[in-house]
């Protein structure tokens, strides 16, 4: 199975970067597509991206244009690159992994453990 391991999150200044990194282990990365989603207080999670194992990448309407999602094979590690950084982008932010990218959580079939991202204003 895979297990994958979330790092990266922190405080930010609205208008600054950070770059999140889930590193996996397990079965082979380059087999599994990867989703981020965020998950604020008092609200569903949401879908914010992915990437397919042939490195496509699709986001959400609200973070289009802002973060980039990619990946290193021979790392074994995928990340969510976020720029121009907004307090509502201020979640709990989950990498998942799965044979096929979706929208949907419950078409991943393991998760990371989740890191803080804050944004102040």
């Known amino acids: 199975q895979v297990q994958l391991v979330e790092s990266g999150g922190g405080l930010v200044q609205a208008g600054g970067s950070l770059r999140l990194s889930c590193a996996a282990s397990?079965?082979?990365?380059?087999?599994?597509?990867m989703g981020w989603f965020r998950q604020a207080p008092g609200k569903e999670r949401e879908f914010v991206g992915a990437?397919?194992?042939?490195?496509?990448?699709y986001y959400a309407d609200s973070v289009r244009g802002r973060f980039t999602i990619s990946r290193d094979n021979a790392k074994n590690t995928g990340y969510l690159q976020m720029n121009s950084l907004k307090p509502e982008d201020t979640a709990v932010y989950y990498c998942?992994?799965?044979?096929?990218?979706?929208?949907?959580?419950?078409?991943?079939?393991?998760w990371g453990q989740g890191t803080q991202v804050t944004v102040s204003s």
């Open positions: 998942a992994a799965g044979q096929w990218s979706s929208t949907k959580r419950g078409d991943y079939d393991y």
């Open positions: 397990g079965r082979t990365f380059s087999s599994s597509a």
């Open positions: 990437i397919r194992w042939s490195g496509s990448t």
